[in-house]
């Protein structure tokens, strides 16, 4: 195996840490039903991993920012009455559900790389 290949960088990796920005491209309803997902952010991607391992432990890093985002809009938004906004709440929820059971699956199965613990 030559140097350049071992420097060279895995390339689907690079392209699934890529946002996909063209709304008619999101598809949350791919695959079985158990699959569907009701928020914008990935949070089972490998890049928070690293993302997570590599912050300084005074900082607060949220996989799930975009619907965090949308979660406080709808509150700015309707301030008389939050509980329009009781799906943007869930959706964050269940993102970040979904992202801490994926960091307890990895630690289970003995894959490093969360940082300390």
């Avoid at 890049?47 to 809009?73: G, L, T, V």
């Avoid at 329009?84 to 979904?98: M, S, W």
């Avoid at 801490?100 to 969360?114: H, L, V």
Wanted: with cysteine; aromatic share 14%; hydrophobic share 25%.
């Amino acid at each position: 195996m030559s140097d350049k290949s071992k420097n060279t960088p895995d390339m689907s990796l690079l392209e699934s840490a890529q946002k996909i920005k063209d709304e008619k491209h999101i598809d949350f309803t791919l695959g079985s039903v158990e699959e569907y997902k009701f928020y914008p952010d990935s949070p089972k991607n490998h890049k928070h991993k690293y993302e997570w391992a590599n912050k300084m432990p005074s900082k607060f890093y949220d996989p799930c920012e975009e619907s965090r985002q949308a979660s406080i809009a709808c509150v700015l938004r309707n301030q008389v009455d939050k509980t329009v906004c009781q799906d943007f709440f869930d959706a964050y929820r269940e993102c970040t559900r979904d992202f801490f059971a994926k960091k307890k699956k990895d630690r289970q199965e003995g894959r490093g790389g969360w940082g300390f613990w």
